[in-house]
């Protein structure tokens, strides 16, 4: 059974720093790209990084290139988004991702929150 589950969620103040980190089970994750949405209130979902299987290549919503980080630990099966100079509008509910496309299945984990206040 797949299961991804997020953790490194806050409180923090506007110009802060988070970590997420996203453990994945039950599939081989080093054959996956993995990605971060988030989900703000009354908002539909955003894709905020992509990061390939290898981990050589990632991409970024323009929204946060230059701020946020994503990367990979194939050996720990963890998905890793490096968020720096949080804004308040980063405030959302974010969410690892994945997707098998053999089996036509979309993955999401439970969701952290991250909170960006003074």
């Known amino acids: 059974q797949v299961q991804l589950v997020e953790s490194g969620g806050g409180l923090v103040q506007p110009g802060g720093s988070l970590r997420l980190s996203c453990v994945a089970s039950?599939?081989?994750?080093?054959?996956?790209?993995m990605s971060w949405y988030r989900q703000a209130p009354g908002k539909e979902h955003e894709l905020v990084a992509s990061i390939i299987a290898s981990g050589g290549n990632s991409n970024y919503a323009e929204s946060v290139k230059g701020r946020f980080t994503i990367s990979r630990d194939n050996a720990k099966n963890t998905v890793y988004l490096q968020m720096n100079s949080l804004k308040p509008e980063d405030t959302a509910v974010y969410y690892c991702?994945?997707?098998?496309?053999?089996?036509?299945?979309?993955?999401w984990g439970q969701g952290t929150q991250v909170t960006v206040s003074s």
């Open positions: 039950g599939f081989t994750f080093s054959h996956y790209a």
């Open positions: 991702y994945t997707r098998d496309y053999s089996l036509n299945r979309n993955y």
